[in-house]
């Protein structure tokens, strides 16, 4: 098993920034940390940002690209997503999860590919 710990989400103005965290713990050569959902109220569960196995690819969501950042602290085990210009409609409940996934697949999108996942850090974002 992987253990994944969120930290990092509060309450903060339109156009601030924010770090997100997340600590791997556990088994963690069954699965690395490597990519970042948020859900809101009502809608489901969409991608934000992932970071390949190798961390040789980093793959964005249209409506994050350019503002977020992903990376990973191999020797941490620790996922970060930096987030910039913060935005309205980016309030949410943002997942860490854990996949082992190999670099070349495309299947990082999708959250039936992630095996663990944390339980969640609220985002808020005041207008």
């Known amino acids: 098993q992987v253990q994944l710990v969120e930290s990092g989400g509060e309450l903060v103005q339109a156009g601030d920034s924010l770090r997100l965290s997340c600590a791997a713990s556990?088994?963690?050569?069954?699965?690395?940390?490597a990519g970042w959902f948020r859900q809101s109220p009502g809608k489901e569960r969409e991608f934000v940002a992932a970071?390949?196995?190798?961390?040789?690819?980093?793959l964005y969501a249209d409506s994050v690209k350019g503002r977020f950042s992903i990376s990973r602290d191999s020797g941490k085990n620790t996922l970060y997503l930096q987030m910039n210009s913060l935005k309205p409609e980016d309030p949410a409940v943002y997942y860490c999860?854990?996949?082992?996934?190999?670099?070349?697949?495309?299947?990082?999108?999708?959250?039936?590919?992630?095996?663990?996942w944390g339980q969640g850090t609220q985002v808020t974002v005041s207008s």
């Open positions: 999860a854990a996949t082992d996934l190999p670099d070349h697949s495309g299947s990082y999108y999708y959250a039936i590919a992630y095996r663990y």
């Open positions: 556990g088994q963690t050569e069954r699965g690395k940390p």
């Open positions: 970071i390949t196995w190798s961390g040789a690819r980093l």
